[in-house]
């Protein structure tokens, strides 16, 4: 694992990601979107969860509210990612097609949170890297960056989930984490 300047001891799990994403990320540059650029407003970080949900419905009150930009961000890796339309055994699409994918479906679950009518304002950010990296740095210029408690991660017993953690340790603004009753 490679430790950056500033890293924590207890910050193995943000360095691995780091690694992985870094490994995965090799030679995609320019293909597709390896980072979200926002110009203040709100930043949620939206995994298709139902607390990633909540933690959308949240944040879009509040932007709505304080007459702010809203960004959903969605981090993602081909292990992640839905399959293209075009995908068949044997045959493996670009990778600009499973971005294709992930947007769809993030766009479909803002709108499923929303609506569409308020879905129509929201901007919406799919970037290939982990999670913790796309959040962190399409929140170096936001007012807010809001993210759900729980995940899909697989530890449901956990009351705050690894990136929500993270992104409170590292964020470079405010942080909320939205707190709900579904569990992950």
């Known amino acids: 694992m ?5 890293d924590q001891p207890g910050d193995a799990a943000l360095t691995a990601e780091r690694d992985e994403a870094a490994t995965e990320l090799a030679g995609v540059e320019g293909e ?7 110009d203040g407003g709100v930043v949620v970080g939206h995994d298709g969860s139902d607390c990633a949900q ?17 960004h959903v ?9 839905p399959q293209p339309a075009s995908w068949e055994p044997g045959y493996v699409p670009p990778i600009s097609e499973y971005e294709q ?7 479909a679950d803002v709108r499923a949170a929303l609506g569409a009518e ?5 901007s919406c950010h799919v970037v290939h890297a982990a999670p913790v990296r796309s959040l962190i ?8 960056l809001v993210v759900g408690a729980r995940g899909r991660g697989g530890f449901a017993g956990l ?11 590292h964020a470079p603004c405010p942080v909320t984490v939205v707190r709900t009753q579904h569990k992950a």
Request: proline share 3%.
């Open 118 to 122: 308020r879905a129509r304002a929201v």
């Open 101 to 107: 994918a992930v947007q769809a479906d993030l766009e």
């Open 137 to 144: 740095e399409a929140a170096q210029h936001a007012d807010l």
């Open 32 to 38: 597709v979107s390896t980072r979200a650029v926002v």
């Open 73 to 81: 961000v969605r981090g993602w890796r081909i292990a992640t990612a």
């Open 54 to 70: 909540e933690a959308l419905q949240w944040a879009a009150g509040l932007a709505e509210r304080a007459s702010w930009p809203l």
């Open 159 to 169: 009351l705050l989930g690894s990136v929500s953690d993270q992104v409170t340790r």
């Open 2 to 6: 490679t430790q950056q300047p500033g």
